[in-house]
């Protein structure tokens, strides 16, 4: 793998790490102050909100095309491309999923 390509997959995660980092905060987030509401849990539970994370997950969803068209169809596998989608993809799943489920 040379450093034009570890370039990319840097430029790309740190695009993709950002874009669901925005689509998945929730609205009412910003009241968590460690007083009366102290986690994410708190919101979902006090707060009265809508539920965004399905359109956030869909218009996110689409960020893992490149990595799995570079990995399996140009059948460019390198540790460092296997990595970077494993950890992008475990970012995602924590953010619209996990963190909701230990609540």
């Known amino acids: 793998m040379n450093w034009k390509s570890i370039t990319y997959n ?3 995660f740190s695009i993709s790490f950002s874009l ?5 905060t929730q609205d009412k987030e910003w009241f968590i102050n460690g007083r009366e509401i102290n986690n994410i849990c708190d919101v979902m539970t006090s707060i009265e909100s809508d539920d ?4 956030g997950a869909i218009l ?7 990595f799995l068209y570079a990995i399996f169809w140009k059948k460019q596998h390198s540790i460092w491309q296997f990595s970077v989608f494993i950890l992008l993809m475990l970012f995602w799943l924590w953010r619209f999923i996990f963190r909701y489920l230990i609540c």
Request: glycine share 0%.
């Open 20 to 24: 669901i980092l925005i689509f998945s």
């Open 52 to 55: 965004i994370r399905f359109f």
């Open 10 to 12: 840097i430029i790309w």
């Open 60 to 66: 996110t969803l689409p960020l893992f095309f490149p």
